[in-house]
């Protein structure tokens, strides 16, 4: 899976269509915008978001706030956006996203990065998608020239 930063925006893999999230949101609309978990505790800040082939938000990478913090990406499932305010808030507790797979924001999410994202939050019980929005299986990618 790509991701959709100021250098390129390509998009790919995962179908779960995120309702709360604008269609065709770009890293420069939600930029720096600070993300707080469910009891509203501060969590970081948004460095990339990668599409699905739809051309949706599928993950989020969040670099946390801590010292060397780094940018955990999870599934963009439930995140509700507030573009006033420049905050986006997840469902997911802050303590399961600090412990969250890592990967730079310039990086693609691969099927087994992808893979690695889901089973870690599948584990966890945490960012689940809504049953509705399950897809049973995946098309496969489709490779930018």
């Known amino acids: 899976m790509a991701n959709r930063n100021r250098e390129n925006q390509p998009s790919t893999a995962a179908n779960q269509p995120v309702p709360d999230m604008p269609a065709r949101v770009s890293i420069d609309q939600v930029a720096r915008y600070e993300v707080y978990d469910a009891q509203n505790e501060h969590i970081g800040s948004t460095t990339a978001i ?13 670099k946390t706030s801590r010292l060397f913090g780094k940018t955990h990406v999870i599934p963009a499932w439930g995140a509700e956006v507030n573009h ?46 809504r049953a509705e929005a399950v897809a049973t299986e995946r098309e496969p990618r489709r490779e930018a020239a």
Not at 51 to 60: E, L, T
Not at 100 to 118: C, G, I, T, Y
Request: overall charge negative.
């Open 84 to 129: 006033q305010a420049r905050r986006i808030r997840i469902p997911c507790p802050r303590a399961v996203v600090d412990d969250a797979p890592s990967f730079s924001p310039d990086e693609e999410l691969n099927d087994e990065k992808e893979r690695q994202v889901l089973d870690y939050f599948q584990a966890k019980g945490a960012c689940q998608p």
């Open 50 to 62: 990668w599409m699905d082939r739809n051309d949706q938000p599928a993950f989020i990478g969040i």
